[in-house]
């Protein structure tokens, strides 16, 4: 109660509201009740997100709570918002979602309390404080949060945690003492009363709901079961009972009518669009002021006081845009506005992070020139600037990794590599097998020829330098992030402090590649004796291997440690990589920047 009263004091001046996020689940019944005590009604908005997927019993809690404050708080409202299409019609669009491709989130979540609070001020983008009852023991990954935190959802966002340091015991205690009436869904056996199909839900909830509530659960599982059908999933049953469905990372099995592709050199970029969803000329007043030449098929936007040109044809039901790549943040910015003008699906998520009111999605896509300021909030929010575009993305990068036959490049490995240069090749203390996988990683780390066995330039350099062998992997690892897919897969794919087993890995390469399980555990297997063998895994933690159970966990959580030599390397290597001859800070603090 003391600490939302100092939040109070501290941020009444600084915000536009103060949120109290009401979900009709126990912890934030708690929440609502010690801020009932600690404010008065009028000093903050309480909010229930309805994501159509609430189960009954919650929408029952959600109005027997308002009517309980109402006898004591003459003003008390719990004020509902929601997105304008039910859940189970995007799920068919979007695809499932998945414990690393969380649309629902942002969709169904933060997008609805943002596009209210931006309706009651005039489009404008408030200043908010936000009492969410996320509470420290309920994951690892909360574990690590802080209990007042900036910018997490949106840039202008505070969210503050009450009951962060409670345990069950206490929540459940507190509802009793107090005489809150409870959640029933609680006392079905549910541990959990969030959506009632969760890709964060354990067996035992999916397990209970769908014998409580089969019609509410038949929704979700018929986009489900598409889902297997376009992924040709041989074993339907077990895969629904497992949960694998949870797991999906890319978007080989939904089926779009859209196409969209780059055509890319040091010099230019080319993009072809057929049956977008939207107009491109709409989405490209986000980047700034533009003249259309009609006779010359062009078009010049004013970026910054930069003038950049743009060829454009457009036939029936397609696009072809060229253009020079004079500066990667426009081009990255460019890129983006291709794939809303493919991929918009009219979520919300987007206009939720316009800060003026110039970005409007419902029922088509319309910007407001005067308003707009060109900030790019509502492309870089999130990656390829839409949300549906994430939820869709092919890749098809690890389908050439079946050599690393399942050995990564161990530490020992490298130094015996090290001490006996001129001997290593035919004379060392590895298999037939393992010299092979070795090979190829020397290649893809730059230390050997491409064809051959001849050392190379880099190879001089770091063997006549007295580096540790954690800068050496350092230099290694960025070279082998843009010569191996499968690096370079798994650090564009795999969101920081997400913990991912083994079968889970394998079951992401099957998605984005449908090769065989047999080769894709080959590949992952080497993934991981990559990270387990070398210090880019223990110390580093770029991918932080964990064992429970003989069971194998992956997670990407980075250090702080690496060294100035590392950083200059990749800078060196990303100039290589773009063919630029210098580069603005600014660049580095841009999120489209990649």
């Known amino acids: 109660i003391e600490f939302v009263k100092k939040i109070y004091k501290d941020y009444e001046k600084k915000v536009d509201f103060f949120i109290v996020a009401f979900s009709g689940g126990k912890d934030s019944q708690v929440l609502l ?121 949106n840039i202008n966002s505070t969210n503050a945690r009450p009951v962060f340091t409670w345990n069950d015991f206490e929540i459940y205690l507190y509802l009793f003492y107090s005489n809150i009436k409870i959640n029933d869904e609680y006392r079905t056996g549910l541990s959990r009363v969030g959506c009632n199909i969760c890709p964060f839900a354990s067996q035992w909830s999916d397990f209970i709901i769908n014998k409580k509530y089969p019609d509410i659960a038949n929704k979700f599982i018929k986009s489900i079961d598409n889902y297997m059908d376009n992924s040709q999933i041989k074993n339907k049953k077990v895969y629904l009972q497992n949960g694998d469905w949870k797991k999906r990372a890319g978007g080989n099995s939904i089926n779009t009518r859209n196409y969209i592709n780059f055509q890319e050199t040091k010099k230019s970029l080319e993009i072809n669009l057929k049956n977008s969803n939207e107009d491109i000329f709409e989405w490209l007043k986000v980047l700034g002021n533009y003249k259309v030449n009609k006779d ?202 997400t913990k991912v087993s083994m079968n889970e890995l394998v079951i992401l390469g099957i998605d984005f590649t ?29 991918g932080y291997i964990t064992k429970e159970k003989n069971i194998r966990y992956i997670q990407k959580i980075g250090s702080n440690n690496i060294s100035n030599i590392s950083i200059l390397y990749s800078l060196y290597k990303l100039k290589e990589n773009l063919d630029r001859t210098d580069f603005r800070v600014s660049e580095f603090y841009s999120e489209s920047f990649k």
């Open 33 to 153: 009740d010690l801020v009932t005590i600690a404010l008065e009604p009028q000093q903050y908005k309480t909010i229930f997100t309805d994501t159509t997927m609430e189960l009954p019993l919650t929408y029952e809690t959600v109005k027997q709570t308002e009517k309980q404050y109402k006898k004591i708080f003459k003003y008390f409202k719990i004020i509902t918002v929601r997105n304008p299409t039910d859940a189970d019609k995007l799920w068919d669009v979007f695809g499932p979602p998945s414990r690393i491709i969380r649309w629902c989130c942002s969709v169904y979540k933060s997008s609805p309390i943002q596009n209210y609070l931006k309706s009651i001020k005039n489009g404008l983008q408030p200043k908010i404080v936000l009492f969410d009852g996320v509470r420290g023991e309920e994951s690892n990954k909360r574990s690590n949060y802080d209990r007042v935190a900036h910018a997490v959802k």
């Open 296 to 497: 010359k098929d062009s078009i010049s936007i004013n970026i910054d006081k930069e003038i950049i040109n743009l060829e454009f044809k457009q036939n029936k039901n397609s696009e072809t845009i060229t253009t020079n790549k004079t500066n990667i943040t426009h081009i990255s910015h460019l890129k983006k506005v291709a794939y809303k003008t493919s991929y918009c699906v009219h979520c919300g998520s987007c206009e939720a992070e316009c800060p003026t009111g110039a970005l409007n999605i419902f029922p088509k896509v319309q910007v407001d020139i005067d308003l707009c300021i060109h900030c790019a909030k509502c492309l870089d929010f999130t990656e390829k600037g839409c949300v549906m575009a994430k939820s869709t993305k092919v890749s098809e990068v690890i389908n050439k990794l079946t050599d690393y036959s399942s050995f990564g490049m161990r530490e020992e490995w490298l130094i015996e590599f090290f001490k006996n240069k001129d001997e290593w090749f035919s004379n060392n203390s590895l298999g037939n097998r393992q010299v092979d996988s070795m090979k190829r990683w020397l290649r893809d780390s730059e230390l050997i020829e491409t064809k051959g066995t001849g050392f190379t330039k880099l190879f001089e350099l770091i063997i006549n330098k007295n580096i540790s062998i954690s800068v050496i992997y350092q230099i290694l690892f960025i070279n082998l992030y843009y010569k191996s897919n499968l690096i370079n897969w798994y650090i564009n794919n795999f969101e920081f402090n």
């Open 514 to 542: 449908k090769k065989s399980d047999k080769t894709i555990k080959l590949i992952m297997s080497a993934l991981m004796n990559f990270f387990d063998t070398t210090p880019l895994g223990n110390e580093l933690k770029i």
